[in-house]
């Protein structure tokens, strides 16, 4: 099956500055990579998603890039702000995300005012 | 997005009774839901697919006699857990498709 590893497991930036988490996946057949933000003690909320045929894909402050080849994938937040402090999931699935979806270990960021 | 509601948000029972779990798609139909399972400061764990109309579908080593899920209508998935004894205090979340995975809540599960 699918596994998706998930670096760093914490992170600490300083308002303002940029954050990068990394995902890779194991399975070339997955080709829907979603990324879940999780406040404490409430559920995973989507905040961006890339299907493989896309390379990258930009929501305001927040990216996401692809490389199929490697099976890498990662997000930016750029411009951090004391609210993004949360932890965040990056995630794998076959068929466009109707298949289940296998998580990453998840990073806690945090940033400092 | 699709809004996902899951109730209760937290629940608090003796070891031996049963907790049923609610999850409810409010604006969209969803054929297909998700149980999750996690534990403190790690990641998801899938527990079971459920499907309208049909038996879940659940994991390996989960047992499905204990975690009871029920999807019988398009928007109303239950989650059951029978006798429930104190290893399976869990933060429960459910999860509905609409073209993409949107989450409820969560619902924190203690057994005294």
């Known amino acids: 099956g699918e596994n998706v590893e998930q670096h760093p497991s914490t992170l600490s930036v300083q308002e303002g500055d940029s954050a990068v988490i990394k995902c890779t996946y194991s399975d070339s057949a997955s080709n829907y990579f979603p990324w879940y933000k999780q406040e404490l003690g409430k559920g995973p909320q989507l905040i961006i998603d890339i299907r493989s045929n896309v390379g990258e894909k930009k929501d305001q402050r927040i990216a996401v890039t692809l490389n199929k080849t490697a099976k890498h994938f990662s997000l930016h937040i750029t411009e951090t702000q004391p609210e993004d402090s949360a932890v965040y999931f990056c995630a794998a699935s076959e068929a466009g995300g109707y298949q289940k979806v296998t998580f990453g270990t998840g990073t806690k960021l945090q940033v400092i005012p | 997005g699709a809004v996902v509601s899951q109730h209760p948000s937290r629940v608090i029972c003796k070891s031996g009774t049963s907790v049923k779990i609610e999850c409810r798609s409010l604006d969209f139909q969803a054929t297909t839901m998700f149980w999750y399972r996690q534990f403190p400061k790690q990641s998801l764990m899938l527990m079971a697919t459920s499907n309208e109309g049909s038996k879940a579908t659940y994991e390996q080593g989960v047992e499905k006699d204990k975690f009871l899920i029920n999807h019988a209508s398009l928007t109303l998935s239950t989650l059951t857990v029978t006798s429930a004894h104190p290893e399976d205090s869990s933060f429960y979340i459910c999860?509905?498709?609409?073209?993409?995975?949107?989450f409820g809540s969560g619902t924190q599960l203690s057994v005294l």
């Open positions: 999860s509905a498709l609409d073209e993409k995975l949107f």
